[in-house]
Structures are given as structure tokens and as C-alpha cells.
């Protein structure tokens, strides 16, 4: 029997195999994990930053005023919700498409909610009217947070 290149030379450096019986401790997945971490936290920001333009331009198009803050304060609210969601995501998922899939259901649980802020303002007003005030908020969060989702993903 002939011996073949990878006996005669040996394991390849770039190979993080932990020696029989032994559990590794650092190699390839740390390695790996600190890229996922590191991937993570910047796609965080980025999305952020683009979706904070984006949710700056639709305030100052629809002349927001006070109810500004707490559009902001939901959108950084979603933004460490999904974060966190991916991330997870990212690191229990078997292939791509459980990422997909989180993402489609952020996007869901994003709508829901939209819904949910509809209907808690038709009960407070006790009315089902819909005015252009009521757009301009759900549009300021609703575009950069699917923005800041697609982005992440």
C-alpha cells in the first residue's frame, strides 16, 4: 500500500483537529465564532446607521415632531430585538434557511406589530379612522426597521 501525500506530509497548519481524546479548547470554532460575533455586531451598526438616515429624512418629510422620540426609541427597541434574533439564528442554524426563516419571521412580528399600534390607537381614539399623522408614524417605523432587518440579513 502506497502512502498518500497528506500521510507523508502530515496535517495541514491551517487544520484545527483537536488530538484523539482530547476536547479543543481553542481553534476553529472560537475562530469561527468570534468572526459570526464580530459580523453581527457589524452588520448591527450598519443597519442602524442606514435605517437611522432613512427614519431621519421620513421625520423631517413628514415634519415630526415630539412623537420623533418614540419612534426612535421602538426602532433601537427592534433593532437589539433582531440583532439578538439573527444572532441566535446565526449561531444554532444548520444552513441558510434558518436565517431566512427568522428573518421572514421578524418582518412578520414587525407587521403584527404595526397592527397592534393601529388598533391600540383606533381604541384610544375610539375611532377607525385613519389620518395622515397616523401614516407618518407607521411609516417611520415600518421602513427602517424592514430596512434594518433586510440588512442584517
Do not use: C, H, Y
Not at 476536547?23 to 476553529?28: I, K, R
Not at 442606514?50 to 421602538?74: D, K, S
Amino acid at each position: 500500500k502506497r502512502a498518500s501525500k497528506d500521510d507523508e506530509l502530515g496535517p495541514s497548519p491551517f487544520e484545527a483537529r483537536a488530538p484523539r481524546g482530547r476536547l479543543s479548547v481553542t481553534g476553529f470554532g472560537q475562530t469561527r465564532s468570534m468572526k459570526n460575533l464580530g459580523t453581527l455586531l457589524l452588520a448591527f451598526f450598519l443597519s442602524a446607521l442606514v435605517a437611522g438616515i432613512v427614519q431621519n429624512q421620513l421625520a423631517i418629510v413628514f415634519r415630526a415632531r415630539e412623537e420623533f422620540i418614540a419612534v426612535v426609541m421602538l426602532f433601537v427597541l427592534t433593532a437589539i430585538i433582531t440583532t439578538i434574533a439573527l444572532g441566535v439564528a446565526l449561531a444554532a442554524a444548520r444552513s441558510v434557511a434558518g436565517i431566512d426563516w427568522t428573518a421572514l419571521a421578524l418582518l412578520v412580528a414587525m407587521a403584527l406589530l404595526l397592527g397592534g399600534l393601529v388598533g391600540a390607537g383606533a381604541v384610544a381614539e375610539r375611532k377607525l379612522s385613519f389620518n395622515t399623522a397616523d401614516f407618518a408614524v407607521l411609516a417611520q417605523v415600518a421602513v427602517p426597521t424592514a430596512l434594518m432587518i433586510g440588512i442584517q440579513w
